[in-house]
């Protein structure tokens, strides 16, 4: 991973299940952990570890605290934020997600969201609630799709459709704000039909630049990831994982149905200013050891092991996907 330092946030709700550092954890091998502070309130606890990670083998930082007192006292690119239950991630994925709507509205005007398909849409649930319904100011959102499958729009399988029914069409955000695929192409029309839309809005000012990277850069992408540890439509194995050109490619054999799917590629989800991760589930917690767990001798990457953005990654794992750290 490219980052030089990395911390741990465990959030918990009530008193944590766990201890640290006993020999019975569940949650994560510590050779050598220093314990810090807790707090009774929030029942949160602030560690820090040393050699626990597969990410650079590095001191660690590891704070139970919220994603915003993370960032702000220690400006780590990367958090790993571990809740007690799906609701309580989707309560924290709104604050986060309104939070930086406020930031990118006040500093640029607008906010360029990217959705990912499957069970992210599901966790943006708590935004379609006061006080996010009202306060985020929704007209400023743009919104795109990181991966999105050919099929119509009305389609079952349709990463549109999904969104559409379980988010968009609950909150005012003007329909000429979101960048759906031209589902009329074949696969490979609708990739290259799609990054050209992104690079008018490039153009215009819309979608930020990143000179470091020269891709588009992304005010938020909000990724989900299968058991596989596949990220939008990069599946591991497949060549399209090392595209280093293109904006926006295409699949016509996708190992998960349905075959046809476009997706943006890693320079472009690598540009992005915040990538949110979001992963629950017991059948994922194999993926997310590999990515955030003790080295191994398994030189096979996954997909979700090269989301390494030049700005701020936050897991927001359930405990069930944190279970094998
Ligand atoms: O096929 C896809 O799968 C991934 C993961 O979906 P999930 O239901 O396991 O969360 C999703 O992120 C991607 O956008 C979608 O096209």
């Known amino acids: 991973m490219a980052a030089s330092s990395s911390s741990i946030s465990l959030l918990f709700s009530n008193t944590p299940r766990i ?19 807790s ?59 309104a ?17 990912s398909g499957g069970s992210l849409i599901d966790y943006l649930r708590k935004l379609l609630e006061p006080p996010y ?18 099929v119509p729009k009305d389609h079952e399988d349709s990463n549109y459709k999904l969104a559409y029914d379980g988010f968009l069409s609950k909150v005012p955000i003007p329909p000429g704000n979101v960048y759906a695929i031209n589902d009329a192409l074949s696969a490979e029309g609708a990739a290259d039909d799609y990054e050209t839309c992104l690079r008018q809005l490039v153009k215009s000012g819309v979608i ?34 090392n595209e280093k050109e293109k904006w926006v490619t295409f699949i016509k054999n996708s190992p998960k149905p349905p075959p046809e799917r476009i997706t943006f590629t890693f320079p472009v989800i690598n540009s992005s200013a915040y990538i949110a991760l979001v ?19 398994d030189s096979n990457t996954l997909p979700v092991e090269l989301v390494s953005p030049a700005g701020e990654l936050t897991w927001f794992l359930d405990k069930n996907a944190a279970s094998k750290l």
Not at 59 to 87: I, N, P, R, Y
């Open 19 to 37: 201890s640290f550092p006993t020999q019975d954890s569940p949650f994560l091998p510590l050779h050598n952990a220093t314990f810090l502070k």
């Open 39 to 97: 707090s009774p309130k929030t029942g949160s606890l602030s560690l820090r570890l040393e050699g626990v990670s597969s990410i650079n083998k590095k001191k660690l930082s590891c704070k139970a605290v919220s994603s915003t007192e993370m960032a702000a006292a220690e400006g780590k690119k990367k958090k790993v934020d571990v809740f007690d239950s799906k609701d309580e991630l989707a309560v924290n994925l709104a604050k986060y997600t």
């Open 99 to 115: 939070d930086l709507s406020d930031k990118f509205t006040k500093e640029r005007g607008a906010f360029t969201v990217v959705l």
């Open 133 to 150: 319904l009202d306060s985020v100011d929704w007209s400023k959102w743009r919104v795109f799709w990181v991966d999105e499958r050919v």
């Open 208 to 241: 930020d630049f990143s000179e470091a990277s020269g891709f588009p850069k992304f005010d938020l992408m909000l990724l989900g990831m299968g058991p596989d540890g596949h990220v939008a439509s990069l599946f591991p194995g497949h060549p399209l994982v």
């Open 279 to 297: 992963v629950t589930g017991a059948g994922k917690a194999d993926a997310v050891h590999k990515a955030l767990g003790t080295p191994s001798d």
